[in-house]
């Protein structure tokens, strides 16, 4: 285990609700990094927070937001859903200034209907 | 979107035998690449890292290749164990300070008892 932890595991949402996914990164990891990864596909990158700050983003629409809180917990906010934002979210987190390697939660299971 | 390439989407071994599985990517540029593995329903989990600067690391019963000039990385197990089954994906980092890292569509391994 690498001690990141998601939730909910699984959500179903219907089109043009707003979601909330949760993030606990590995005790002592600084950065959290949120991933989109559809059916049969790699990960793709959302964005990166570090010090509370979103310090990087991958080509995603604005509706796709987060939060990143004092103990490094993050959140993934997506609004107005859309049935192609069904998809496993990953996060993962390294700790800034640390080895690079980014060490991955579960992931939550998003359907959009 | 952006992708690592891949050569081979399946590969089917003996149990026993060496796996290896190739990956291709893109941009020069990239100073750090992993190899990831993810089982039915789990996050992905970190095998074995490598940086630019060299062009081979071992890890335990896996070793990672880096050819720059041809932009080719791969990863080899031995003797390879039922557990070895899963998707393995390469990804490199295309960030600058922000660490984004680009995944491909991942090789499914297969082992045949």
């Known amino acids: 285990e690498t001690g990141v932890t998601q939730s909910p595991t699984h959500l179903i949402k219907t089109r043009g609700q707003q979601v909330t996914l949760r993030c606990s990164s590995q005790s002592g990891h600084n950065t959290v990094s949120w991933y989109q990864q559809a059916l049969g596909q790699g990960p793709q990158f959302i964005f990166q927070?570090?010090?509370?700050?979103?310090?990087g983003r991958g080509n995603f629409p604005p509706r796709f937001s987060g939060l990143q809180f004092p103990n490094y917990s993050s959140e993934l906010n997506v609004n107005a859903l859309e049935l192609d934002d069904s998809a496993l979210y990953l996060c993962?987190?390294?700790?800034?200034?640390?080895?690079?390697?980014?060490?991955f939660g579960p992931g939550t299971r998003l359907l959009v209907l | 979107g952006e992708s690592v390439g891949l050569h081979l989407p399946t590969l089917s071994v003996q149990e026993g035998d060496n796996s290896i599985i190739n990956c291709a990517y893109s941009?020069?540029?990239?100073?750090?690449f992993i190899w990831y593995k993810q089982e039915s329903g789990k996050g992905p989990q970190f095998i074995i890292d490598?940086?630019?600067?060299?062009d081979k690391r071992q890890g335990q019963r896996v070793t990672v290749l880096l050819n720059k000039t041809v932009k080719h990385l791969s990863l080899q197990i031995a003797a390879t164990q039922p557990g070895d089954s899963a998707v393995y994906f390469c990804a490199e980092n295309k960030g600058k300070g922000a660490q984004k890292l680009v995944f491909g569509q991942g090789t499914r391994l297969t082992i045949n008892p």
């Open positions: 490598i940086r630019s600067n060299m």
């Open positions: 993962a987190s390294r700790r800034a200034g640390g080895p690079e390697t980014q060490y």
């Open positions: 941009n020069s540029a990239s100073d750090y």
């Open positions: 927070y570090y010090r509370e700050e979103e310090n």
